[in-house]
């Protein structure tokens, strides 16, 4: 067994030997279900009448593509929970001072940090199956009561899964760029939520009224996992006459990966080379 896959082998064993994985799983498959589950009876409700229909007309979506837009939830406000295992797997190492016997094991830290990358983007795509049974289970079951097509026979919907797997997992690995840059696990845990959660969707539906920040708005580490998936409910949202394309699903998966090589390759370069006690 060579040195990567020890080391590989090593991480899935961390990761695994802890509740952490299984808690934010949990707190994930949950969280997307029930706002997949609860979006799909809202709009399913009023496109069937069986609720007041004041929003009729009012920017629904079409009934064509509310599907996609509600499988897509899994990444668009689930993507935070590959980022913090992520995080969490990386900045654990230095609050739990377990990277002193790792780099005695392997003093090739380079090593050690592309056996952690490979894992959890392994683990990052173990989430997007997770978020994806539960943001097309919920969503396709409340469709078909509604008697919408769950469109679960198309090819687009399953392409629309399989990016929304890998956009997770390159989330994972953002996550663990970002714990190497910001190694204290509280600061990286606060940052995580405060950008996912707020200063992100405050810029890009902020950057959208104008066109030259909407060109800018487009490369947020979001409106490119949104861009890969291929859909996303912020585009509801987005005003009208912004003039900003988004990005081809290739090009917004080669931009959340330039974050996560950027977040490492600086960290590597500033705290994970430093000594350690």
Do not use: C
């Not at 980022?83 to 990386?90: E, F, M, P, R, S």
């Amino acid at each position: 067994m060579n040195t990567l896959t020890r080391g590989i082998a090593a991480e899935f064993a961390k990761i695994f030997s802890t509740r952490t994985w299984w808690i934010l799983l949990a707190v994930l498959v949950g969280y997307v279900a029930l706002l997949a589950g609860g979006l799909a009876a809202l709009f399913g409700g009023v496109a069937g009448g069986a609720l007041a229909s004041d929003m009729a007309g009012t920017g629904l979506p079409d009934m064509a593509a509310l599907p996609p837009l509600i499988y897509s939830f899994g990444a668009t406000v689930g993507y935070v929970f590959p980022v913090l295992i992520g995080a969490l797997t990386t900045t654990g190492e230095v609050r739990h001072q377990t990277l002193t016997p790792t780099f005695l094991a392997n003093p090739r830290r380079g090593g050690v940090l592309g056996a952690k990358t490979v894992t959890l983007f392994v683990v990052g795509a173990g989430f997007g199956v997770a978020a994806v049974l539960a943001s097309v289970g919920a969503g396709a079951l409340t469709l078909s009561f509604f008697g919408i097509d769950a469109l679960l026979g198309e090819t687009d919907t399953w392409l629309l899964v399989g990016r929304l797997v890998l956009a997770m997992a390159l989330w994972a690995i953002v996550g663990v760029g970002l714990g190497v840059l910001v190694p204290s696990q509280v600061a990286a845990i606060v940052l995580v939520l405060a950008f996912t959660q707020f200063v992100e969707p405050v810029l890009r539906l902020a950057a959208a009224f104008i066109e030259v920040t909407a060109q800018i708005g487009i490369f947020l580490p979001g409106a490119a996992s949104d861009a890969l998936v291929g859909a996303s409910f912020y585009s509801l949202m987005s005003p009208l006459g912004s003039g900003a394309a988004a990005l081809e699903w290739w090009q917004g998966g080669l931009v959340l990966l330039g974050y996560a090589a950027v977040f490492t390759l600086v960290g590597y370069a500033v705290s994970w080379r430093k000594d350690v006690t």
